[in-house]
């Protein structure tokens, strides 16, 4: 869904953060490995461990 953060493990294990975004028929995720941020197919980061998948839900208690 738009705006969930997924979490990989990258090459040496190094923890790696995207943001799925709304851009176009395919899942798209906003991240940055090194380059500047960039916005890829999720399907990309596929070769990676998946890690973790989080989402915000509304309504949910939180600080301002």
Same mark, same amino acid.
């Given at each position: 869904?738009?705006?969930? !953060?997924?979490? /990989?493990?990258?090459?040496?294990?190094?923890?790696?953060? $995207? !943001?799925?975004?709304?851009? %176009? /028929?395919?899942?798209?995720?906003?991240?940055? !490995? %090194?380059? %500047?941020?960039?916005?890829? /197919?999720?399907?990309?980061?596929?070769?990676?461990?998946?890690? $973790?998948?989080?989402? /915000?839900?509304?309504?949910?208690?939180?600080?301002?």
């Amino acid at each position: 869904q738009v705006g969930d !953060i997924l979490t /990989w493990r990258c090459a040496g294990n190094s923890p790696h953060v $995207g !943001i799925v975004s709304d851009a %176009g /028929w395919l899942p798209r995720i906003v991240h940055n !490995i %090194g380059a %500047g941020a960039e916005e890829i /197919w999720l399907f990309t980061m596929s070769i990676y461990a998946a890690a $973790g998948h989080y989402r /915000w839900q509304v309504g949910a208690d939180s600080a301002p």
